[in-house]
């Protein structure tokens, strides 16, 4: 399950401004805040845990005075009885460390999105007796299945919400629906980034396996080029890309003997950067395996 995680932790990073707005959209109580950048460091879970590189962590700058606020964004792609009280665990953490837990001190807020399941349960709740309740961890849940594709497209549509969210309609209700893959690959077409259109395509891709109709993702996409149209520089640079894609590819299989897997072949084949397909062409020479190539991709 980690691909389809670290796929969604991908989406997350498109656009920080983007996902905090969607997630205070549909916060019971808005967080009254705005992104203001990212803050990934290497962090440990709890004491003598693993440490954590992967977490979506945020700052936030509140509205009312320009203070900082913090958020943490948590990604399942199945539900985990345990996962609220794990997030319980990384707010009180990095509470303690950015000394929100002073009277003045930043609020620590947590969101979870939910690739798969449907709402259930609520709050967790730390309390000895009804009247001396404890810690309540009560945070931003999205439960991607049990939103509207449709209603989700007309609303990116009309602005209302931003387009970094195509990635997640994927795995909303009617995802799959070949009407509703059509009108996603509108709104994609109107992204001018070709980098960007062709990440969405990629999350798309990876994260359709989740849904029994996987197929109809593959069968509307295949073929179906993110193309830069004016804005790409020259159709000559663009042929140039495709043939190092194919030559990285057609060596990585030689080399290592079997063919790409499909998160790896979709990251090679999403990448129009030449500074980073030579990258990879130069770190195929050394690795033995594809999983040592895959860690090597994630280097900056």
């Not at 879970?45 to 979506?56: A, I, L």
């Not at 009804?130 to 509207?148: A, M, T």
């Not at 919400?161 to 994927?170: G, H, K």
Request: net charge negative; glycine share 8%; with cysteine.
């Amino acid at each position: 399950m980690a691909t389809f995680d670290e796929a969604a932790r991908q989406a997350c990073k498109v656009d920080g401004p983007g996902l905090t707005s969607w997630l205070d959209r549909l916060a019971d109580e808005s967080m009254a805040a705005d992104f203001a950048t990212w803050d990934d460091t290497r962090r440990t879970s709890w004491p003598g845990g693993p440490e954590r590189t992967d977490d979506v962590a945020c700052v936030l700058r509140r509205r009312a005075d320009g203070k900082p606020a913090h958020l943490i964004v948590e990604v399942e792609t199945e539900p985990r009885a345990d996962g609220l009280a794990r997030l319980g665990i990384y707010e009180l953490l990095l509470a303690i460390e950015v000394r929100s837990v002073l009277a003045e001190g930043p609020p620590v807020y947590g969101a979870i999105i939910h690739l798969t399941g449907s709402r259930k349960g609520g709050p967790l709740i730390l309390t000895r007796s009804v009247s001396n309740p404890g810690v309540l961890v009560k945070p931003i849940e999205v439960w991607l299945p049990d939103h509207s594709a449709t209603d989700t497209l007309a609303l990116i549509e009309s602005a209302e919400i931003p387009w970094c969210i195509l990635p997640w309609v994927v795995l909303m209700r009617g995802g799959g629906e070949s009407a509703v893959i059509e009108r996603w690959k509108r709104l994609v077409e109107r992204e001018p980034d070709v980098e960007k259109r062709g990440a969405c395509r990629g999350l798309a891709l990876v994260l359709a396996e989740l849904i029994p109709e996987l197929v109809n993702w593959q069968r509307h996409l295949e073929g179906w080029e993110v193309r830069e149209s004016q804005y790409l520089k020259s159709f000559e640079a663009k042929g140039e890309v495709k043939r190092a894609r194919a030559d990285l590819l057609e060596g990585l299989q030689i080399r290592l003997g079997t063919p790409a897997s499909e998160p790896i072949r979709l990251a090679i084949e999403g990448t129009n950067d030449l500074h980073t397909i030579d990258r990879w062409f130069r770190a195929m020479l050394t690795v033995g395996s594809w999983s040592e190539f895959q860690e090597l991709m994630k280097q900056q």
